[in-house]
């Protein structure tokens, strides 16, 4: 029996019992981090995050060799091996207090699970430094701040502290908002493509370019030599009206071609919104609530159960889809359930 399995296996029970432990200070983002509501503005990218994975479904093929138990999940990302094709989604100092030694104890985790995680903006140098020590997979993403020495002095401190790669998210240039009140605003501005090429020439380990949206931004994100890209809405936080991530990612898988990583980030709940986005081109997936809710379940341990929650049912999927591994899946295993499916499953 798995040590972990005094944690409710029930997703749904999970979130209520995050949702009432979530100290008193993040009343204000509980409903944002529990999938309750969420996003700026009216909440309609938010919103579209779910009805897009709504609109998807498979096409089940039951008579297949494919036994459960051979199933792998295991992706390479920028060099480094995944067991999971699941990340953490870059996280800051707003966190911190969700648990004891928070940072600690993601690193724990994913080094157990053998994925990787992720440090994001103001969150400072020494935390990916302590996370890199404990032997995980850690990259650093950092706002498009408007110090550009300060972005290059934080990717190569990232490099120097032993991150497998760095990056930035451009979807920050005009703040974020959560509701209608805006972070960031004073903080980050429009970064140029010569100045984002010179950022990216800072720093010898792969680049990184998170809330890419749209084709034009792939192939720019392909010219300033950037190794990867994170197709994100930043939770529905950065644009409202937007199209979810899902809806975008053919075009982009498209567009990339195979030529840098493809990364999902946005809306996922379930084993079968990760493997909605991997049928679609995604070479792995981030996640960020329901990182934070394995952490507040349980520390390393809670985290650690929420990944093999999400693993035991992308196990079963593959076997309903007959695929064994992560690169069997195409969209041929998808089918529209509605007019959002029947749009992003055009020719």
């Known amino acids: 029996m798995n040590e972990n399995e005094d944690f409710p296996r029930s997703l749904e029970e999970i979130r209520t019992i995050v949702r009432e432990s979530l100290p008193e200070k993040y009343d204000r983002m509980a409903n944002t981090w529990t999938h309750i509501s969420g996003g700026c503005e009216t909440g309609s990218t938010w919103r579209r995050s779910i009805e897009a994975f709504e609109g998807l479904g498979f096409v089940q093929k039951g008579i297949n060799p494919v036994v459960q138990e051979k199933v792998d999940l295991s992706v390479n990302i920028l060099g480094t ?28 985790a994913v080094g157990n699970k053998n994925i990787a995680a992720s440090v994001g903006y103001p969150a400072g140098p020494e935390i990916h430094k302590k996370m890199v020590e404990t032997g995980a997979a850690v990259f650093r993403i950092v706002k498009p701040i408007k110090d550009i020495e300060k972005i290059k002095e934080a990717l190569k401190s990232a490099q120097e502290a032993g991150c497998f790669a760095a990056g930035i998210d451009t979807d920050s240039v005009a703040g974020l908002k959560a509701g209608d009140n805006v972070n960031y605003k004073d903080t980050c501005d429009p970064i140029s493509m010569d100045v984002l090429k010179e950022i990216r020439e800072s720093i010898e380990i792969p680049f990184i370019i998170k809330g890419v949206l749209s084709e034009e931004d792939a192939r720019a994100s392909m010219e300033l030599g950037a190794d990867a890209i994170v197709v994100s809405t930043h939770g529905g936080s950065a644009l409202d009206y937007s199209p979810s991530s899902l809806e975008v990612l053919p075009d982009i898988v498209r567009v990339v071609d195979h030529k840098m990583k493809v990364l999902f980030d946005s809306g996922i709940r379930r084993g079968s919104d990760i493997v909605k986005a991997l049928a679609l081109g995604a070479d792995a997936v981030l996640i960020g609530r329901m990182a934070l809710w394995g952490l507040v379940l349980g520390q390393a341990k809670g985290l650690e159960w929420i990944l093999e929650l999400l693993a035991d049912e992308m196990r079963r999927i593959l076997v309903l889809l007959g695929a064994e591994k992560i690169g069997d899946l195409d969209r041929k295993a998808l089918v529209p359930l509605n007019h959002i499916g029947d749009r992003i499953l055009k020719p």
């Open 81 to 108: 091996k995944w067991e999971l094709p699941i990340g953490i989604a870059p996280m800051s100092g707003v966190i911190a207090s969700v648990c004891k030694n928070t940072f600690g104890e993601m690193a724990t």
